[in-house]
């Protein structure tokens, strides 16, 4: 799998504008957070509602390639279905916090860089696809804890389950 086809994987999941104030990224479009959407405009400010409403497919993709794929080097992870799985990690709950969730299934320092330890113990592992699959039950687990911490996550539960539930069926 490409990273290409990891994009259209995790854009196959979001969907286009949203602004559910439920949501901690507040106004969001394929994915993408006013936050990182103003970043990729190179503004010192969030993007507006409307910048973000206007977002086109090609510019969440190329936010995608540099801030989800790129910048958080998971395009040195060569099993693609545990990249995809960070990847997705990424753009739902941040990459720093998918990195966490990997160095974790690692037993390696956990401090939201990939840096050469982890990359060094990623190597040594021989199974991959279950490495991947502890990433994800990492994952539910994260999603457990986030929902006991702050209630009003509740109405994302779901669809957070039913994404990481689809993912588990394609590994």
Same mark, same amino acid.
């Given at each position: ?35 990182? !959407? ?101 994952? !539910? ?31």
């Amino acid at each position: 799998m490409t990273d290409e086809e990891a994009i259209d994987i995790v854009l196959k999941f979001e969907g286009g504008f949203t602004d559910n104030p439920n949501d901690h990224g507040g106004p969001t479009n394929f994915g993408i957070t006013a936050a990182d !959407f103003g970043r990729f405009l190179g503004q010192a400010t969030p993007a507006t509602a409307d910048q973000v409403k206007n977002m086109t497919r090609e510019q969440a993709r190329a936010i995608y390639r540099k801030c989800y794929i790129e910048q958080p080097k998971f395009d040195q992870v060569s099993d693609p279905t545990l990249k995809l799985i960070l990847i997705d990690s990424g753009v739902l709950f941040g990459t720093g916090r998918a990195t966490r969730w990997l160095q974790q299934a690692l037993n390696v320092t956990v401090d939201g860089v990939f840096g050469d330890k982890s990359k060094a113990a990623l190597a040594a592992i021989t199974d991959q696809a279950r490495l991947a699959r502890e990433v994800l039950g990492i994952r !539910f687990q994260a999603i457990a804890n986030i929902v006991v911490n702050d209630t009003s996550q509740i109405v994302l539960l779901r669809g957070w389950i039913n994404r990481a539930v689809a993912l588990l069926q394609d590994i």
